[in-house]
């Protein structure tokens, strides 16, 4: 699996790289989803952390199961740590990063 990792073309405002980090902050990831509706670069990222929100979800409910969950979600817990503040640091630095396995459900979210 190759990731793909591509500058913006430097049009993005300040604003916008916010708003697509704020996108990998738990529920925020909603606030620039419906607020930026014209922007690509804000999008793909919202629609990415709306993902690893949803994952976030599916972890804590795992957790609550006895002995396979006490395991399963601090490893998750980990995973989604590392991917939301990659993604906020890509975001940050105005680049597109297809998160592996993310980007493909993120590409089907039709808003």
């Not at 607020?35 to 690893?52: C, E, N, P, Y």
């Amino acid at each position: 699996m190759t990731e793909e990792i591509k500058n913006t073309d430097n049009n993005e405002s300040g604003e916008n790289k916010i708003l697509a980090a704020i996108s990998y902050i738990g529920v925020l990831c909603f606030v620039p989803l419906f607020l930026k509706k014209d922007s690509v670069f804000v999008q793909f990222h919202a629609k990415q952390g709306l993902i690893l929100f949803i994952a976030w979800v599916i972890t804590w409910a795992v957790g609550l199961f006895p002995v396979i969950g006490w395991v399963a979600a601090p490893v998750a817990c980990i995973s989604l740590i590392i991917l939301s503040l990659l993604g906020f640091v890509y975001a940050l630095s105005g680049k597109y990063w297809r998160i592996p396995y993310v980007s493909q459900y993120a590409e089907k979210i039709k808003i």
